[in-house]
């Protein structure tokens, strides 16, 4: 199934992965970049959201919606310069560092007789 936000969003080889590629169309990376990410994703649990944009022309951002619903965002000064397996090898290893937060985990400080 694929998901759509306007013409933004593309089919991907993982449902639970939904790239929405702001890119402008004639940028040189957009295809590599989105292929990338998706593949650096496959894998991980749950639903995620990736928004590629390039708000000023300079820089490329890159925004994750997390399944638990968190978000963040990084931005890559000069992304011409770096390959687009690189980029997506920094997004793969800030989610793959995500801590989901459980009830068990709440107060777990324990105590000192």
Do not use: F
């Not at 995620?48 to 978000?71: F, M, Q, R």
């Amino acid at each position: 199934m694929t998901k759509h936000a306007g013409k933004a969003a593309t089919a991907g080889p993982d449902p639970e992965v939904t790239v929405h590629n702001r890119l402008p169309p004639k940028h040189p990376q957009r295809l590599a970049l989105e292929s990338a990410i998706r593949k650096a994703l496959i894998g991980l649990t749950g639903k995620w959201d990736v928004v590629l944009k390039v708000p000023e022309g300079l820089w490329l951002v890159i925004s994750v919606l997390a399944p638990d619903g968190s978000a963040w965002t990084m931005s890559c000064c000069n992304p011409m310069y770096r390959d687009p397996e690189s980029i997506a090898d920094t997004v793969r290893a800030a989610c793959s560092r995500r801590r989901w937060s459980t009830p068990a985990a709440q107060g777990s400080g324990g105590s000192h007789a």
